[in-house]
């Protein structure tokens, strides 16, 4: 028997692999390369000191363990992954530059075919519908590629972009939770998306999905 040929990080892990595109904008896996130039874009900062969008408050890690939790959170969602439980967090760039993130999260997702979405671009490149074009790219993604039945989402009340976005896309409201944040509770306004009721943007190109959907069991 000869030598077992190499595998690239890429066939082991299949996310690093996938790559979509849709007009001015491009999503991929989170290769360690661009998660420090990731860290970078938050460390500079996705909102003003007095807001918090986020349920966990990362973006207030000071500055000296900053990049390092970053790391630590994205590797630990690589660690963690299985078709049980798994977050597909991709990168986003916009002509060409690294802007952000997108992911979704899923538990017990063959039984489910749902997840939640999640986002952060960084402050300089908000307000110019680049938040609206990744959330439609990545639910066209999952609807039409990757088995989804259901997405949902979720906002802080004092959060008017998320909330715009989520609208923006075809998410219907789906109730309101009351959230414990570091300043008290606080209003959580809950989405849900179909696939008829995506609001679609530019046509998806798709590389790497075959493997990705094998990694998370569909098609077993
Ligand atoms: C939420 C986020 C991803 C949206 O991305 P974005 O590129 O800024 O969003 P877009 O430019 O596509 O759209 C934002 C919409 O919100 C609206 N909006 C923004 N601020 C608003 C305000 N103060 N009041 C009302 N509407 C507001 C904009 O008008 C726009 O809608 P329009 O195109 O119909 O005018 C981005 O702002 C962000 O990263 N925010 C900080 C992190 C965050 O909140 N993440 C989500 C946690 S749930």
Known sequence: ???????SLAQAYPVLGLRITAGPLALSGLDDATLIELADLA???IHPDDQMPFLYPWTLTPP????LQFLQHHWGVRSRFSPDAWDLDLAVRFEGQLVGMQGVMTRN???T??????SWIGRRF???GIGTLMRQTLCALLFDHLGFEQITSAAF???????AVSQKVGYRPNGIERK???DGWVASQQYLLTPGDLVRGSELTVQGVDDVRRLIGLDD
């Open 64 to 67: 000296e363990r900053f990049h």
């Open 157 to 163: 009340s004092d959060n008017p972009a998320s909330n």
């Open 1 to 7: 028997m000869g030598p077992v040929p190499h595998r």
């Open 43 to 45: 460390a500079d900062g």
């Open 180 to 182: 414990l944040r570091g």
């Open 109 to 111: 997702f063959l039984a």
């Open 126 to 128: 908000q307000g110019r």
């Open 113 to 118: 075919r749902n997840g939640e979405t999640g």
